[in-house]
């Protein structure tokens, strides 16, 4: 199966909000998902399963063993969580190892992968790894100013490791109904990038309260238009990707 990093340079784009329900997601429609955290700071880690144990720095560790964590009966979503410990490698030159392991995972389940707002060591690991490139982005004018100066650094990368991605596609996030602005940079980008640009997530109050909960947009009982947002996108994905 394939490998995916979502990333962005720039913070606040809702990186961590796409990746956790997008595979809840998928998940949900059957597929078997593991979300690795490469985030210091844990967010999707604290919302998926807060008590999980920090697993995701082992993957630059020789002497460690990674073990997935199920977060459900079927065991079809799974993940590595992040913790402090990753703090030690930051400066990683393990990159190597981290590939080699999470490509070793990539045969069994549909792995993603949470970066952090930066290109440092475990990004690049990250990128290393990764057959498709996810990059969320925020429908406003700074967040979609930025994507051809990430699309330089995906390039970069790519030169670096010797082989090109599959996929790079964005995803507009925050999209509010009736605003002319957002509206039109959603235009824009279709435009610049036809054919990469996936379902976009709408603003919506509820979804932002889901971390408060631990809650996504698989959780039994959520409705509305954030879980009609999330399914579409998973679908169109996987269509894309499969």
Do not use: C
Not at 15 to 28: F, G, P, R
């Amino acid at each position: 199966m394939k490998v995916i990093s979502v990333i962005n340079q720039k913070g606040g784009v809702g990186k961590t909000t796409i990746s956790v329900n997008l595979v809840a997601a998928l998940a949900k429609a059957g597929r078997h998902v593991a979300l690795i955290d490469l985030d210091v700071q844990a967010l999707a880690s604290n919302w998926l399963k807060p008590d999980a144990t920090a697993q995701s720095h082992k993957l630059f560790d020789a002497k460690e063993t990674p073990q997935l964590e199920h977060l459900d009966p079927a065991h079809l979503l799974s993940i590595l969580a992040s913790g402090q410990e990753l703090y030690s490698y930051l400066h990683t030159d393990a990159i190597e190892l981290y590939v080699s392991r999470v490509r070793k995972l990539a045969e069994h389940v549909l792995v993603f992968a949470d970066h952090a707002a930066d290109f440092g060591a475990i990004s690049l690991a990250g990128l290393y790894a990764a057959d498709v490139v996810l990059v969320p982005v925020a429908l406003d004018v700074l967040s979609t100013q930025g994507t051809m100066k990430l699309l330089d650094t995906l390039e970069r990368v790519a030169i670096q490791r010797g082989k090109a991605f599959e996929h790079i596609l964005f995803i507009p996030n925050r999209l509010r109904d009736n605003a002319r602005i957002p509206r039109r940079l959603l235009d824009a980008l279709r435009d610049q990038y036809n054919g990469r640009v996936l379902t976009p997530i709408r603003e919506n109050a509820a979804l932002a309260e889901f971390p408060l909960k631990n809650e996504t947009v698989a959780t039994p009982g959520v409705n509305g238009k954030a879980q009609d947002d999330f399914h579409a996108l998973a679908a169109l994905l996987w269509e894309k990707i499969k």
